[in-house]
């Protein structure tokens, strides 16, 4: 069965992008170049991936750090107000088990280039054990997070130190298709683009707090909008405009805040235009999901 869907990245944003799409009967499939689920949560001294460091724990309580269809009490009953990072792994984890995400999800396998052959159609080249795969898929859905590349700042003099800030990039495009690495990021509801139909950002925010509750309502309305239950506005080009012009929310002038957002603003925007119905906590148990290769 050729994939409807196509996802980079199973960290936070990616596994409920990825959860939402057989929920409602679509085939997809993820691909991510770390070896287990949870993106920056997955601890590591090697210079992998934009790892948090050995002691981290999260700055927001659990009941503001959980996804709606499943809690992080759920998930760990015992767990403290403030989990650390081996909690927060294993909480994404255990998402991906709930809802059985791991038969749809490629580890160790970097996406290396993505572009559109047609307006219907993506070629992904991604990578396995050294060997080069490509495959088409009609719909791409990225999820890669914003912190995945070190930024280094412009300044006069020299620093001998170590920088550990990041910044967008999506290394699999172009840089003449699609670059947000200086901002500004034109989404209408930080997802949707005003050129590509079939192309979806998942997680393409920072708000003022944790961000993967709110990952969670972008992506049940990609799937609605995938079943033909939602169609997104005809003025979508204007709507994008409006979301930088003024920016959504930009307490500093940096391309480093380009994606901060109000998240309530946010959510109520995001709530008033998603079906109130879609909700759904049953996993899925019996979806195929593979791309053609070419």
């Not at 409920?16 to 601890?43: C, H, M, S």
């Not at 002691?55 to 809690?71: A, G, H, R």
């Not at 059985?100 to 396998?109: A, E, F, K, M």
Request: hydrophobic fraction near 30%; proline fraction near 8%.
């Amino acid at each position: 069965m050729q994939c409807i869907v196509a996802v980079i990245g199973v960290e936070p944003s990616g596994i409920t992008a990825l959860k939402n799409l057989p929920d409602q009967g679509i085939p997809a499939v993820a691909f991510d170049r770390n070896e287990a689920v949870g993106g920056n949560w997955i601890y590591s001294e090697k210079e992998s991936h934009s790892s948090i460091i050995e002691t981290t724990p999260i700055i927001s309580s659990k009941t503001l750090s959980q996804y709606e269809d499943f809690t992080f009490d759920e998930c760990d009953s015992e767990a403290p107000d403030y989990p650390d990072h081996h909690r927060q792994r294993g909480y994404f984890q255990a998402y991906a088990e709930k809802f059985n995400l791991y038969p749809h999800i490629q580890l160790g396998t970097p996406v290396k280039h993505c572009k559109g052959i047609d307006s219907q159609t993506w070629e992904i080249t991604t990578e396995k054990n050294g060997l080069d795969t490509r495959g088409i898929s009609p719909h791409l859905v990225v999820s890669n997070g914003h912190h995945r590349e070190p930024r280094f700042p412009n300044y006069q003099g020299e620093f001998s130190g170590e920088f550990l800030h990041y910044w967008l990039s999506h290394p699999f495009f172009d840089k003449n298709f699609i670059d947000y690495s200086e901002g500004p990021v034109p989404l209408y509801l930080k997802m949707f683009h005003p050129d590509y139909c079939n192309l979806y950002f998942i997680g393409m925010f920072q708000p003022l707090g944790c961000i993967w509750p709110g990952v969670e309502l972008p992506s049940k309305l990609m799937a609605q909008e995938l079943m033909g239950t939602w169609k997104r506005p005809k003025k979508i080009r204007e709507l994008c405009e409006k979301q930088v012009t003024p920016a959504h929310y930009r307490p500093v002038n940096s391309p480093r805040h380009s994606v901060t957002v109000n998240y309530h603003l946010l959510m109520k925007a995001l709530r008033k235009t998603l079906p109130k119905s879609q909700v759904s906590k049953i996993p899925q148990q019996n979806m195929d999901s593979e791309m053609v290769s070419t």
